[in-house]
């Protein structure tokens, strides 16, 4: 939508994924000079932290989508703030810390807006998942613990992926329900997929 996006990212395969799919990657130090809105997907722990809310700008919002909240290092932030202001707009706090910049408002200090407290945004601040992805969800579940009741001799006591087959079936009931056609391998395609000895 016209947004440029910028990842912030540990793992080298990811980040070379990234660069390789278009977006901009930076360490979080950089980034945090420059961006307008953060948003964390990472399941760790103080993936934005104190020394990034003083580089970021005035007016900077912040959000997480990847775990509890611990994502955004709120204790570190909330030390850091001269004012709190609770709900400035429906699931946005606003945090005043110190900057050497005066704001639009003529005070001297930055603003720092918190969305949904720092919890999973899409929850905290919604009305939680859509009903079009939680339906693909429960009936994962529910087929894959028909296969296992109906398979429980066959298994240990561990975690196992869900079967493709199951995973297949979902998604071409979902395709079917929302009205989009696919295409199907011919049986002169699946065998060349299936073999090697022809080609590089």
Same mark, same amino acid.
């Given at each position: 939508?016209?947004? +440029?996006? *910028?990842?912030?990212?540990? $793992?080298?395969?990811?980040?070379?994924?990234?660069?390789?799919?278009?977006?901009? %990657?930076?360490?979080?130090?950089? /980034?945090?000079?420059?961006?307008?809105?953060?948003?964390?997907?990472?399941?760790? *722990?103080?993936?934005? $932290?104190?020394?990034?809310?003083?580089?970021? +700008?005035?007016? /900077?919002? %912040?959000?997480?989508?990847?775990?509890?909240? %611990?994502? *955004?290092?709120?204790?570190?932030?909330? +030390?850091?703030?001269?004012?709190?202001?609770?709900?400035?707009?429906?699931?946005? $706090?606003?945090?005043?810390?110190?900057?050497?910049?005066?704001?639009?408002?003529?005070? +001297?200090?930055?603003?720092?807006?918190?969305?949904?407290?720092?919890?999973?945004?899409?929850?905290?601040? /919604?009305?939680?998942?859509?009903?079009?992805?939680?339906?693909?969800?429960? =009936?994962?579940?529910?087929?894959?613990?028909?296969?296992?009741?109906?398979?429980?001799?066959?298994?240990?006591?561990?975690?196992?992926?869900?079967?493709?087959?199951?995973?297949?079936?979902?998604?071409?009931?979902?395709?079917?329900?929302?009205?989009?056609?696919?295409?199907?391998?011919?049986? /002169?395609?699946?065998?060349?997929?299936? =073999?090697?000895?022809?080609?590089?």
């Amino acid at each position: 939508m016209g947004a +440029k996006v *910028i990842v912030a990212e540990v $793992d080298e395969i990811k980040a070379l994924e990234a660069v390789m799919d278009g977006f901009e %990657v930076l360490p979080m130090a950089t /980034a945090a000079r420059i961006g307008d809105l953060f948003c964390t997907l990472t399941g760790d *722990i103080n993936v934005i $932290d104190g020394k990034h809310f003083r580089l970021m +700008k005035d007016g /900077a919002m %912040v959000c997480n989508s990847g775990h509890f909240d %611990v994502e *955004i290092n709120l204790p570190a932030l909330k +030390k850091m703030a001269r004012r709190i202001n609770k709900n400035v707009r429906n699931y946005v $706090d606003e945090y005043i810390i110190d900057g050497r910049r005066q704001t639009a408002d003529g005070r +001297k200090g930055k603003s720092i807006y918190v969305l949904g407290e720092g919890r999973l945004i899409n929850l905290a601040a /919604a009305e939680g998942h859509p009903a079009s992805v939680m339906d693909m969800s429960f =009936s994962t579940q529910a087929l894959a613990a028909e296969y296992v009741a109906r398979n429980r001799k066959q298994f240990d006591n561990k975690v196992y992926n869900v079967p493709e087959s199951i995973e297949n079936k979902v998604a071409g009931l979902k395709l079917k329900s929302m009205g989009v056609d696919i295409d199907k391998l011919t049986p /002169a395609q699946k065998k060349y997929l299936e =073999s090697w000895e022809v080609g590089t």
